[in-house]
């Protein structure tokens, strides 16, 4: 690692992914992570598989797996999250449905699989080339896409100041990125997605794209002729 890259493990450490695992297990999924998993449920996602991407301890693959999700890959690239996750599953036992993989999505995208569902749980906001790793991931994308990313608002602005002056003071190269949310929703349009669901909160917007389908793709061109 140079020092123009940031550094995952010290911000995703073992410590914090530990204390993240207790309050999983202790309270379930919380806020934004919970408003996501509900949002997918009620989309749908029995029988489908799942490609989590920044997937820190694996809340969302648990917690559909037990929705009746039928597979996981977990892409995770911090090495203390990522054997947390593998950890729990084997506990829960449903490390047989999982596959794990570590690193950088984008470096690692040719050879990932698609997915019926991508999810991207504030994964976005820590990654400075948004366009790369949202084309990337929702390319593959076969049925619905879910995020999570900060709103554009004053108190945002204001949090993105504060943490990254902490990692500048501490020569920590990470940082927190406020990508536009209509940016990313342009990406994702383009990528061949539309709008399913949204919610947004003080903090964070809560959203999941559809891919059409062959029918309906059809229909969409026929009416714009």
Same mark, same amino acid.
């Given at each position: 690692?140079?020092?123009?890259?940031?550094?995952?493990?010290?911000?995703? !450490?073992?410590?914090?992914?530990?204390?993240?695992?207790?309050?999983?297990?202790?309270? &379930?999924?919380? $806020?934004?992570?919970? +408003?996501?998993?509900?949002?997918?449920?009620?989309? &749908?996602?029995?029988?489908?598989?799942?490609?989590?991407?920044?997937?820190?301890? $694996?809340?969302?693959?648990?917690?559909?797996?037990?929705? &009746?999700?039928?597979?996981?890959?977990?892409?995770?690239? !911090?090495? @203390?999250?990522?054997?947390?996750?593998?950890?729990?599953?084997?506990?829960? $036992?449903?490390?047989?449905?999982?596959?794990?993989?570590?690193?950088?999505?984008?470096?690692?995208?040719?050879?990932?699989?698609?997915?019926?569902?991508?999810?991207?749980?504030?994964?976005?906001?820590? *990654?400075?080339?948004?366009? !790369?790793?949202?084309?990337? !991931?929702?390319?593959?994308?076969?049925?619905? *896409? $879910?995020?999570?990313?900060?709103?554009?608002?004053?108190?945002?602005?204001?949090?993105?100041?504060?943490?990254?002056?902490?990692?500048?003071?501490?020569?920590? @190269?990470?940082?927190?990125?406020?990508?536009?949310?209509?940016?990313?929703?342009?990406?994702?349009?383009?990528?061949?997605?539309?709008? +399913?669901?949204?919610?947004?909160?003080?903090?964070?917007?809560?959203?999941? *794209?559809?891919? @059409?389908?062959?029918?309906?793709?059809?229909?969409?061109?026929?009416?714009?002729?």
């Amino acid at each position: 690692m140079n020092c123009c890259e940031p550094d995952y493990e010290t911000v995703f !450490s073992e410590k914090r992914a530990k204390q993240d695992l207790k309050r999983y297990r202790r309270k &379930g999924a919380d $806020g934004t992570t919970r +408003h996501l998993i509900d949002a997918l449920k009620a989309a &749908g996602v029995q029988h489908l598989t799942l490609l989590d991407i920044g997937g820190g301890i $694996g809340v969302i693959d648990q917690e559909l797996l037990a929705a &009746g999700l039928e597979a996981a890959i977990h892409v995770e690239a !911090s090495e @203390p999250f990522a054997r947390v996750a593998e950890e729990e599953a084997v506990r829960r $036992g449903t490390r047989s449905r999982m596959e794990f993989r570590r690193g950088d999505f984008v470096a690692m995208a040719d050879d990932v699989p698609a997915a019926d569902v991508v999810t991207l749980d504030r994964v976005i906001c820590c *990654y400075a080339q948004m366009e !790369s790793l949202v084309l990337a !991931s929702a390319a593959r994308a076969r049925r619905f *896409y $879910g995020v999570v990313i900060p709103r554009q608002r004053t108190l945002t602005k204001t949090m993105r100041l504060g943490i990254n002056t902490m990692f500048r003071i501490t020569r920590n @190269p990470f940082r927190f990125y406020l990508h536009p949310p209509a940016e990313i929703d342009r990406v994702l349009r383009r990528a061949g997605l539309r709008l +399913h669901s949204i919610r947004d909160t003080l903090i964070w917007r809560v959203a999941v *794209y559809e891919r @059409p389908r062959e029918r309906d793709a059809r229909k969409q061109t026929d009416t714009t002729r």
